[in-house]
């Protein structure tokens, strides 16, 4: 295994004070996945494959998610090596991601007249107890100093974050999504002097189909180090002929050419059995699928627009 170097001052615990109230850790802690980093290393918590966690979803519109397992924290690996994860919670505490070790106020505390206070009255302290695994995975001899734990005073327990929600990210990453109603192909055309008539075929598409009004087309949202990717397109557009029919097509269509006249869509048409004016709706329903921190699942929209369209009867004079 490489070993690399780095200082193992690095994984004990910082200096700074954190400032303001914040829960106190212990076993039903949430696991910290704050993204800090410390000598280059960050951390953020995914589930486990088929796993599940705070703010899961099953079942329903952007559900996703499986069951059980524990939660597990992500050290981005370096020069290219995989990362490294290590379960968010143990019983030696609640894994820090700036301080890459769990962290666990001692609980009772130490006497007031030891060297741990420093001379402080109050505040805490604090046990910082590394992953073995993670330090052997820097330092190939076991028993590395990094896996021994240390105390020291805190004036307040270190901040713990709610870990993010995938579901959430997912549905932000959806969001920012620019998805725009189909341009609607059609024959006849919506134009001064065009009309068709009753019994001839009529042909829509969606002209000039790309990412936004026919996907595919992709998004991400992170918080914390957890990242999710949105994959987004059009499931099938409903087209609502304004006669009382609707036609669902499940790709864009085929664009009509003069060669074609007279011959029916090969897989998105119509026919009018009278004449009139009618409003065409297109309604294309978009499908995202999402995927990230262990978890997956799917979300939905629809974007809608109309035109009109114009169909008269052939009128045959006899001599």
């Known amino acids: 295994m490489r070993r690399?170097?780095?200082?193992?001052?690095?994984?004990?615990?910082?200096?700074?004070?954190?400032?303001?109230?914040?829960?106190?850790?212990?076993?039903?802690?949430?696991?910290?996945?704050?993204?800090?980093?410390?000598?280059?290393?960050?951390?953020?918590?995914?589930?486990?494959?088929?796993?599940?966690?705070?703010?899961?979803?099953?079942?329903?519109?952007?559900?996703?998610?499986?069951?059980?397992?524990?939660?597990?924290?992500?050290?981005?690996?370096?020069?290219?090596?995989?990362?490294?994860?290590?379960?968010?919670?143990?019983?030696?505490?609640?894994?820090?991601?700036?301080?890459?070790?769990?962290?666990?106020?001692?609980?009772?505390?130490?006497?007031k007249s030891d060297d741990v206070w420093d001379g402080n009255d109050e505040g805490v302290i604090v046990q910082c107890s590394p992953s073995e695994a993670y330090c052997n995975s820097l330092d190939p001899n076991p028993g590395a100093a990094c896996v021994r734990p240390n105390t020291r005073w805190e004036a307040q327990p270190p901040a713990v974050l709610d870990p993010p929600d995938p579901a959430e990210l997912a549905r932000q990453a959806f969001a920012s999504l620019a998805l725009d109603p189909i341009d609607i192909g059609i024959v006849p055309e919506d134009e001064p002097g065009r009309i068709g008539l009753v019994g001839l075929p009529v042909w829509m598409w969606v002209e000039n189909p790309d990412e936004r009004t026919f996907g595919p087309d992709e998004a991400s949202a992170s918080d914390q180090g957890l990242t999710v990717t949105v994959r987004a397109e059009v499931d099938r557009i409903v087209w609502d002929l304004g006669d009382g029919t609707t036609v669902t097509c499940t790709g864009p269509g085929s664009p009509f050419e003069d060669r074609f006249a007279g011959e029916p869509s090969p897989d998105c048409g119509h026919r009018y059995t009278r004449q009139g004016e009618f409003e065409v709706t297109a309604t294309s329903y978009w499908t995202a699928t999402w995927s990230g921190g262990g978890q997956s699942g799917e979300l939905s929209a629809d974007r809608t627009t109309s035109t009109t369209v114009r169909v008269g009867e052939l009128q045959v004079v006899a001599q």
């Open 4 to 111: 690399l170097v780095r200082p193992l001052a690095a994984l004990s615990l910082a200096t700074a004070v954190v400032a303001g109230p914040v829960p106190q850790l212990g076993a039903s802690a949430d696991p910290s996945c704050d993204g800090s980093t410390t000598g280059g290393i960050s951390a953020g918590c995914e589930d486990p494959p088929g796993g599940g966690g705070p703010g899961e979803e099953s079942g329903g519109p952007g559900g996703g998610g499986g069951g059980g397992g524990p939660r597990v924290c992500s050290v981005p690996g370096v020069e290219g090596e995989d990362d490294f994860v290590v379960d968010c919670e143990t019983s030696a505490g609640v894994w820090s991601n700036d301080r890459l070790c769990y962290l666990q106020v001692v609980d009772p505390p130490p006497p």
